[in-house]
C-alpha cells in the first residue's frame, strides 16, 4: 500500500446465531458493551485509524445498523428543547465522525462473500477489514498497526495473536517466516485445524489490510464447509504469492460475538469508566467471596 488508509469495510451480515435470541430481530453488532454499541467501537477504531470512508456489509433486517449512524432529527430536536446538551452532542458525534455508507449481502454465505459483496463500492484501491463483532482494545488503533505495515512493506496484512493450545482448533491459524520485529511472513494458513495438528499457534483476529486483486481472488474461491466462501481461502492465495504478513497487534482483544467474550468486554469497558469502575468492583468482590 502507497497511501494511508483511506476505506474500510465492516462486515455486519451474520446470523449471530450464537446471541439468539437477542439477535432475532436486531443485529448482535447493535449490542452495546456498556453503553454503546459493538459497531460503533469498531467505527471508532476506523477513524482514530485516519480512515474516511466505511462500508457495512449489512444483511436482511440489520436497518437498525443504518439508523445508528444517521441523523435522528427526533431525537436530536427533543434533546435540544430538554436542554441535554451533553446527550445531544454525544448523538450528533456518531452521525458526523465519518463517511458511512451500505451494502447489502443477499444470503449469509461467509465472510469471503460479505467483503465480495462491497467491491464496486471499495473500488481499485486498498481497504481494511473490520469484522462486525471483534473488538480490539489498545493505544494505536488496531487497524491501524497493520495499516502501517502494509505501507512500510507494500504487503497485505492480517492480525495475529498466540492462543492457548487447547484453543488453536477453534481459529483460523497462520504459520510462516519470522521477522526481525516479531511478525511473521505468512506461508500456511488453515481455518479451524483439527487438534494436534496446527501448524502454530498464531490465531488470525478480525482485522486485515488487503489489496483490490483481492476480489479477483475471491471470486474464484469455491464454497467450502456449508456452502460458504471463506476469506481464509483467499488470503492463502496471498499468502503462497509471499505477499502477506501477520501482524502480532498490540493490545487486548474481546470476541463480542461469543457470550462470554462479550460479558467479559463489558467488564473490561466498564472498569475503565469513572462512573462506573467503583460499583462493578464492589459488585463481584461481593458475588465473588
Ligand atoms: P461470525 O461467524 O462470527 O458471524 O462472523 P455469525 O455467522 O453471525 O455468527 P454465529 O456463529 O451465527 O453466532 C464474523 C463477522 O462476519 C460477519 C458477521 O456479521 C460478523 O460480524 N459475516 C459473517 C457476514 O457479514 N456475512 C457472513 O456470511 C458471515
Redesign the pocket.
Known amino acids: 500500500m502507497k497511501h494511508p488508509l483511506r476505506k474500510v469495510v ?10 439468539l435470541p437477542a ?1 432475532k430481530a436486531v ?3 447493535m449490542l452495546p458493551i456498556v453503553d454503546t454499541p459493538t459497531i460503533q467501537l469498531i467505527v471508532e477504531e476506523a477513524v482514530r485509524a485516519g480512515v474516511q470512508q466505511v462500508i457495512v ?1 449489512n ?1 436482511r433486517g440489520k436497518g437498525a445498523i443504518e439508523d445508528h449512524f444517521d441523523r435522528s432529527y427526533e431525537l436530536e430536536d427533543t434533546l435540544t428543547r430538554k436542554g441535554k446538551k451533553d446527550l445531544f452532542e454525544l448523538v450528533r458525534k456518531i452521525s458526523d465522525s465519518v463517511r458511512l455508507s451500505s451494502v447489502r ?1 443477499k ?5 469471503g ?2 467483503v465480495l459483496a462491497a467491491k464496486a463500492a471499495v473500488g481499485d484501491d486498498w481497504f481494511g477489514v473490520l ?4 473488538l480490539i482494545d489498545s493505544e494505536e488503533p488496531g487497524i491501524g498497526q497493520l495499516a502501517r505495515v502494509s505501507m512500510q512493506t507494500g504487503k497485505a496484512t492480517v492480525a495475529l495473536m498466540p492462543v492457548p493450545d487447547d484453543q488453536v482448533h477453534l481459529y483460523g491459524v497462520a504459520a510462516g517466516k519470522a521477522l526481525p520485529d516479531g511478525n511473521i511472513t505468512v506461508e500456511k494458513m488453515v481455518e479451524k485445524p483439527p487438534r494436534g495438528t496446527a501448524p502454530s499457534n498464531l490465531a488470525v483476529i ?1 482485522r486485515y489490510v488487503l489489496p483490490p486483486d483481492i476480489f479477483g481472488i475471491l471470486e474464484k474461491v469455491k464454497p467450502g464447509a456449508g456452502g ?1 466462501i471463506q476469506l481464509t481461502d483467499a488470503l492463502a492465495v496471498l499468502a503462497q504469492e509471499g505477499r502477506l504478513i501477520g501482524v502480532r497487534f498490540k493490545g487486548e482483544r474481546h470476541d463480542a ?2 457470550r462470554l467474550g462479550y460479558l467479559q468486554a463489558n467488564i473490561a469497558w466498564a472498569l475503565k469508566r469513572p462512573d462506573l469502575r467503583d460499583g462493578l468492583l464492589a459488585y463481584l468482590r461481593k458475588v465473588t467471596q
Open positions: 465492516i462486515p455486519a451480515a451474520g446470523l449471530g446465531t450464537r446471541f439477535t443485529p448482535k453488532e456489509v444483511g449481502q444470503e449469509p454465505m461467509g465472510l462473500h460479505a469484522l462486525g463483532d471483534d478480525g460458504e460475538g461469543d
